[in-house]
Protein backbone atom coordinates (compact mmCIF):
# COMPACT_ATOMS: atom_id res chain seq x y z
CA UNK A 1 0.00 0.00 0.00
CA UNK A 2 3.21 2.40 0.30
CA UNK A 3 3.42 5.24 -2.36
CA UNK A 4 6.16 7.24 -3.01
CA UNK A 5 5.60 9.39 -6.29
CA UNK A 6 8.76 11.83 -7.08
CA UNK A 7 8.50 14.96 -9.17
CA UNK A 8 9.85 18.06 -10.19
CA UNK A 9 13.34 16.51 -12.26
CA UNK A 10 14.10 17.95 -15.55
CA UNK A 11 17.26 19.54 -17.02
CA UNK A 12 18.96 22.75 -15.98
CA UNK A 13 22.02 24.39 -16.78
CA UNK A 14 24.91 24.44 -14.33
CA UNK A 15 24.32 26.60 -11.68
CA UNK A 16 20.26 25.87 -11.95
CA UNK A 17 17.71 25.04 -9.67
CA UNK A 18 15.18 22.38 -9.32
CA UNK A 19 12.33 21.72 -6.18
CA UNK A 20 11.76 17.83 -5.86
CA UNK A 21 8.55 16.74 -4.39
CA UNK A 22 7.64 13.46 -3.18
CA UNK A 23 4.20 12.81 -2.45
CA UNK A 24 3.38 9.78 -0.09
CA UNK A 25 0.64 7.74 0.78
CA UNK A 26 -0.25 3.76 2.45
CA UNK A 27 1.63 5.03 6.46
CA UNK A 28 1.86 7.45 8.89
CA UNK A 29 3.93 9.96 7.06
CA UNK A 30 4.62 12.27 10.41
CA UNK A 31 5.91 9.08 11.97
CA UNK A 32 8.87 8.55 9.70
CA UNK A 33 12.22 10.09 9.18
CA UNK A 34 12.30 11.11 5.39
CA UNK A 35 15.35 10.80 3.42
CA UNK A 36 16.49 11.30 -0.89
CA UNK A 37 18.28 9.25 -2.33
CA UNK A 38 19.92 8.99 -5.79
CA UNK A 39 21.96 6.91 -8.35
CA UNK A 40 23.68 7.97 -11.17
CA UNK A 41 24.00 5.90 -14.48
CA UNK A 42 26.31 3.04 -13.66
CA UNK A 43 26.84 3.46 -9.89
CA UNK A 44 25.36 3.28 -6.76
CA UNK A 45 22.55 4.48 -4.62
CA UNK A 46 23.66 7.74 -2.65
CA UNK A 47 22.18 9.38 -0.12
CA UNK A 48 21.58 12.80 -0.49
CA UNK A 49 19.95 14.36 2.55
CA UNK A 50 17.36 13.81 5.79
CA UNK A 51 14.98 14.89 7.95
CA UNK A 52 13.60 14.03 11.32
CA UNK A 53 10.00 13.56 11.91
CA UNK A 54 8.70 17.16 12.32
CA UNK A 55 11.33 18.97 10.01
CA UNK A 56 13.37 20.53 13.25
CA UNK A 57 16.66 18.57 12.32
CA UNK A 58 17.84 17.91 8.38
CA UNK A 59 21.19 16.39 7.43
CA UNK A 60 22.99 16.65 3.96
CA UNK A 61 25.79 14.50 2.58
CA UNK A 62 28.80 16.39 2.17
CA UNK A 63 29.01 17.28 -2.05
CA UNK A 64 25.31 18.94 -1.57
CA UNK A 65 25.61 20.63 1.94
CA UNK A 66 25.15 24.16 1.55
CA UNK A 67 23.09 23.70 -1.90
CA UNK A 68 20.43 21.38 -1.55
CA UNK A 69 17.32 21.96 1.26
CA UNK A 70 15.50 19.20 2.62
CA UNK A 71 11.74 20.21 4.04
CA UNK A 72 8.28 18.18 4.39
CA UNK A 73 4.62 19.31 5.11
CA UNK A 74 3.25 16.74 7.11
CA UNK A 75 0.01 18.16 6.77
CA UNK A 76 0.27 17.07 3.03
CA UNK A 77 2.42 13.92 3.10
CA UNK A 78 5.20 15.39 0.70
CA UNK A 79 8.80 15.64 1.04
CA UNK A 80 10.76 18.05 -0.79
CA UNK A 81 14.41 18.86 -2.06
CA UNK A 82 15.25 22.29 -3.44
CA UNK A 83 18.23 22.56 -4.97
CA UNK A 84 20.45 25.24 -5.99
CA UNK A 85 23.93 25.46 -7.67
CA UNK A 86 23.53 22.79 -9.58
CA UNK A 87 26.70 20.73 -10.74
CA UNK A 88 27.68 17.91 -13.08
CA UNK A 89 27.83 15.78 -10.45
CA UNK A 90 24.06 15.82 -9.39
CA UNK A 91 22.85 13.85 -12.41
CA UNK A 92 21.26 11.13 -11.28
CA UNK A 93 17.82 9.88 -11.02
CA UNK A 94 16.49 11.30 -7.59
CA UNK A 95 14.06 8.63 -5.44
CA UNK A 96 12.88 8.97 -1.77
CA UNK A 97 12.14 6.79 1.19
CA UNK A 98 10.99 6.06 4.68
CA UNK A 99 12.80 3.27 6.33
CA UNK A 100 12.11 2.59 9.76
CA UNK A 101 14.88 3.41 12.30
CA UNK A 102 17.66 6.09 13.52
CA UNK A 103 20.83 6.61 11.43
CA UNK A 104 21.35 9.99 11.84
CA UNK A 105 22.30 12.39 15.09
CA UNK A 106 24.70 15.34 15.73
CA UNK A 107 25.79 16.44 12.76
CA UNK A 108 26.07 13.24 10.33
CA UNK A 109 24.15 10.29 9.06
CA UNK A 110 25.92 6.42 8.78
CA UNK A 111 24.24 3.74 7.72
CA UNK A 112 24.64 0.28 7.52
CA UNK A 113 26.36 -1.47 4.67
CA UNK A 114 23.52 -2.36 1.98
CA UNK A 115 21.22 -0.29 4.18
CA UNK A 116 19.17 0.88 0.93
CA UNK A 117 19.70 -2.61 -1.11
CA UNK A 118 17.52 -3.68 1.41
CA UNK A 119 15.14 -0.32 1.09
CA UNK A 120 12.03 -2.12 -1.21
CA UNK A 121 9.25 0.72 -1.16
CA UNK A 122 11.11 2.69 -3.98
CA UNK A 123 8.67 4.68 -6.21
CA UNK A 124 9.46 5.89 -9.74
CA UNK A 125 12.34 8.52 -9.54
CA UNK A 126 12.42 11.56 -10.92
CA UNK A 127 15.57 12.47 -13.68
CA UNK A 128 17.75 15.88 -13.15
CA UNK A 129 19.94 16.31 -15.40
CA UNK A 130 22.57 18.72 -15.31
CA UNK A 131 24.11 19.93 -18.40
CA UNK A 132 25.06 22.95 -21.35
Known amino acids: QVQLVESGGGWVQPGGSLRLSCVTSGFTFSGYWMYWVRQAPGKELEWVSA????????YYSDSTKGRFTISRDNAKSTLYLQMNDLKFGDTAVYYC?????????????????????????WGQGTQVTVSF
Open 97 to 121: AHPPGLYCSGARCSFPAGFWGRYNS
Open 51 to 58: IDRDGTHT
